[in-house]
C-alpha cells in the first residue's frame, strides 16, 4: 500500500495517542472528521495499523525487571529457527523478539516481575532447550524511553 503525505500526518499523530478524536486529527493535518476516520480505516484493513494498544507503566502492575537476552541457537535451519521462535511467541513475559545478525540469532526482551521469574523463565525457555547453545542477559538498570511510536518517513 502507498501512503500520501496525509496518511504518514495521521499516523504520526494517531500512533502517539489513539485516543484523539478525528475532528483534532483532521484540524492538524486540514482533514475533515469523516475524511481522517475512512483513511484510519482503511490503514487498519491493509495492515499498516496492525493493533490499538495501551502502554502501561511496568512497575505500577508489578513488573519491576527487564532483560534484555541474546540467544545462540545450535541448529539455524528454518525450522529450528522457527520452533524456537514460536515457543518464545507464546510467552507473555517476551515482549520483543528479534532476530538478528551478528554472534546471537534472537534477542529477547524479557519482562517480569523479579530475578526469580526471570530465573523461572530462563528454566522454561533456555536452559533446558537443546537448542539453545548459549544465552547472555543484560539487566536493565533505566529505562529513559519505552515506546511503540516510530519516525514516520516521508
Known amino acids: ?17 489513539t485516543r484523539l478524536p478525528a475532528e483534532q486529527i483532521g484540524a492538524q493535518v486540514g482533514l475533515s472528521a469523516a475524511a481522517v476516520q475512512r483513511r484510519l480505516k482503511r490503514l487498519r484493513e491493509a495492515g499498516v495499523i496492525l493493533a490499538e494498544t495501551a502502554s502501561l507503566d511496568l512497575r505500577q502492575i508489578g513488573l519491576g525487571l527487564v532483560a534484555i537476552v541474546s540467544v545462540d541457537l545450535v541448529d539455524e535451519s528454518a525450522r529450528a529457527l522457527r520452533a524456537f521462535r514460536d515457543k518464545v511467541l507464546v510467552r507473555a513475559d517476551v515482549q520483543h523478539c528479534y532476530g538478528v545478525t551478528g554472534p546471537a540469532d534472537y534477542v529477547l526482551i524479557v519482562v517480569v516481575a523479579d530475578l526469580a521469574a526471570y530465573d523461572a523463565f530462563c528454566k522454561a525457555c533456555l536452559l533446558h532447550d537443546p537448542n539453545v547453545r548459549s544465552f547472555s542477559t543484560q539487566i536493565a538498570l533505566e529505562t529513559p524511553k519505552r515506546s511503540a511510536t516510530v519516525g514516520i518517513p516521508d
Request: net charge negative; proline share 0%.
Open 1 to 17: 500500500m502507498s501512503l500520501d503525505k496525509l496518511d504518514r500526518q495521521i499516523l504520526s499523530l494517531y500512533q502517539h495517542d
